[in-house]
């Protein structure tokens, strides 16, 4: 008898970004071309708090290149709600525009709906990215298996490598918001 495999409904919107694409110019010479012009997927997952911004920066001074993309993905409980939705879209302008002023990169963001951990998760196998970063809020081991954590899900669950920051002293308490 084989287990029977549900597929769960899944819902998303993309958050149109400003125009921020930098203008690349066409290779001068033939050695240019090629793998070495092409970038990487990098999915970084947001929330509003002070842990997923420390992680965003993380990411953008330490793996972020010129050529690469940045996804950035935020779940959210229900994608009816306008407010919650605003909100999501205004925190993934923000950061699309402090990602190109600070590493040239293209963004590109995506609101799910749903658990924050399985839409994570589903990203990952949809984008096939090079990494996927997030933060997480530092509890130790046993109050993250025993209250749950959205980084320790992915962390056992995503296919792709998940680069999980933990927060310095210096990342704060204030919310991105």
């Not at 125009?19 to 970084?44: A, F, K, N, Y």
């Not at 990203?123 to 990494?131: D, G, H, S, T, Y």
């Not at 970063?133 to 992915?154: A, D, F, H, K, P």
Request: glycine share 6%; charged share 25%.
């Amino acid at each position: 008898m084989e287990p029977l495999m549900e597929e769960e409904e899944y819902n998303w919107r993309e958050v149109k970004l400003p125009s921020l694409i930098p203008v690349v110019p066409e290779p001068e010479l033939e050695r240019e071309t090629g793998e070495r012009r092409r970038g990487r997927d990098i999915l970084i997952a947001v929330d509003h708090g002070p842990n997923s911004k420390h992680a965003f920066d993380w990411a953008l001074v330490h793996l972020a290149r010129i050529a690469d993309t940045i996804h950035l993905i935020h779940a959210v409980s229900s994608l009816k709600n306008g407010l919650v939705y605003e909100a999501a879209q205004g925190l993934m302008e923000k950061l699309a525009v402090e990602a190109f002023e600070v590493a040239m990169v293209k963004t590109l963001a995506r609101i799910v709906e749903g658990d924050a951990g399985k839409a994570i998760c589903k990203e990952a196998e949809r984008l096939k990215p090079a990494a996927v970063v997030m933060g997480t809020r530092g509890r130790s081991l046993i109050q993250s298996v025993l209250q749950g954590s959205v980084s320790e899900y992915c962390f056992h669950n995503c296919k792709t490598a998940p680069i999980i920051i933990v927060p310095g002293k210096e990342a704060g308490e204030e919310s991105v918001v």
